[in-house]
Nanobody, 118 residues
Framework: QVELVESGGGLVQPGGSLKLSCATTVNILSLYNWGWYRQAPGKQRELVATMLTDGSTNYADSVKGRFTITRDNGEHTVYLQMDRLKPADTAVYYC????????????WGQGTQVSVSS
């Protein structure tokens, strides 16, 4: 079965950086579409970054140029590098995956808290 476990969240000052990790039981990452979502208190869950099976990426306008999604098949891990963080980035961040050929088969991690504050 597919399991996703996020880590790497924490408290950082505005302008700082964090790198989130999504450790998986997936052997071949390119068989899946990957995404990072976030949810701030009182707000809907927001799609932040995606990587499709072909490696193409897309980002929400709010994070474009600051966040980067990558995958490392050798480490069985998907990452979200977050730079120049802002207080508005404060949220619980969730890793997501689905099969590229059957998106009804999808999986979520448990979430990791990112707090950006002085």
């Amino acid at each position: 079965q597919v399991e996703l476990v996020e880590s790497g969240g924490g408290l950082v000052q505005p302008g700082g950086s964090l790198k989130l990790s999504c450790a998986t039981t997936v052997n071949i990452l390119s068989l899946y579409n990957w995404g990072w979502y976030r949810q701030a208190p009182g707000k809907q869950r927001e799609l932040v970054a995606t990587m499709l099976t072909d490696g193409s990426t897309n980002y929400a306008d709010s994070v474009k140029g600051r966040f980067t999604i990558t995958r490392d098949n050798g480490e069985h891990t998907v990452y979200l590098q977050m730079d120049r963080l802002k207080p508005a980035d404060t949220a619980v961040y969730y890793c997501y995956a689905d099969l590229g050929y059957d998106r009804s088969l999808n999986y979520w991690g448990q979430g990791t808290q990112v707090s950006v504050s002085s």
